[in-house]
């Protein structure tokens, strides 16, 4: 793993749920869309928040499939969870939300499930081509 | 009384499971996918960005996987519709983690080894706590 990979990685994990979060926020300022005025959806594509978090969005999966291109899935998705407990986190220190213990100690599990998982390696490397049988028989 | 009554265990359990197994099909078509393109940093520097766009998006697998996804999402939208944000969202998100696992191990033959084995089980618990 390259620095670089790393940094894609971190990406990643801060963009997915940093582009749900502005989604999300967006999405609350608008209010709730009824079946009839679908066209209020349009004027919420619009909106700073959703455009930046939709941006965010995309560049995520950008992301997400250059990491499984190298990276297997069981590495991908718990070193990348890291990101929700950057969230937490900003909301702790930035918007001065109260944290329960009980996400203390979910934002202790992610941690410790990330660091579990980054200390091993991160693909698993498969045999090219099945050797034909005997062939190596025949060979020697 | 509808079966989809919030509150009815067996209905938001169905929904749960719904999201989970879209989501779990779609991680694992996409990431076989992505295995069988090889290094999109290597396409990229042979064929430039176009080509590794082109690579991904004329994919088979890749586009299922696409399509999974996509019903995992409507699904989460209709759980949503019925059931507790509360429960849905940390639920699902959560058990994804074990479910892809178990799938990465069967289907993508990628090596499960014990610590990731607890890694998983850790982010998912971690998440469920976090998510509530």
């Not at chain 1, 390259?2 to 502005?22: E, N, S």
């Not at chain 2, 989809?4 to 990431?31: H, K, Q, S, Y």
């Not at chain 2, 090889?38 to 396409?43: A, K, P, Q, S």
Request: glycine share 8%; aromatic share 10%; net charge positive.
């Amino acid at each position: 793993m390259t620095f670089r990979r790393y940094l894609v990685l971190g990406v990643v994990a801060v963009t997915a749920p940093l582009g749900d979060t502005l989604l999300s926020v967006g999405m609350k300022r608008i209010g709730p869309v009824s079946l009839d005025h679908l066209a209020t959806l349009i004027y919420a594509v619009s909106t700073p928040q959703i455009l930046l978090g939709i941006a965010l969005l995309i560049c995520f999966f950008a992301s997400y499939l250059a990491s499984l291109s190298w990276a297997d899935l069981t590495f991908v998705l718990p070193a990348t969870s890291i990101g929700n407990v950057f969230v937490a986190l900003l909301a702790r220190f930035w918007l001065h939300e109260q944290i329960s213990p009980g996400r203390w100690l979910g934002i202790l599990l992610i941690t410790a499930g990330v660091g579990f998982v980054t200390q091993g390696p991160s693909y698993t490397e498969m045999p090219k081509k099945c050797p034909v049988p005997g062939a190596e028989a025949s060979q020697s | 009384m509808s079966i989809l009554t919030p509150g009815n265990g067996f209905a938001d359990a169905a929904m749960i499971a719904a999201i989970v197994i879209f989501a779990t099909v779609g991680d694992v078509l996409i990431a076989a996918a992505m295995r069988g393109i090889g290094d999109l940093d290597e396409i990229k520097a042979k064929s430039g960005l176009s080509g590794a766009i082109l690579a991904v998006l004329s994919n088979g697998r890749f586009l299922s996987g696409v399509f999974f996804m996509g019903l995992s999402f409507f699904s989460l939208l209709f759980a949503l519709s019925h059931a507790d944000l509360s429960l849905v969202a940390p639920a699902s998100a959560s058990l994804t983690f074990v479910t892809n696992a178990v799938a990465a191990k069967i289907f993508l033959k990628e090596n499960v080894d014990r610590r990731r084995w607890i890694a998983a089980l850790f982010v998912c618990a971690g998440v469920a706590l976090l998510a509530r």
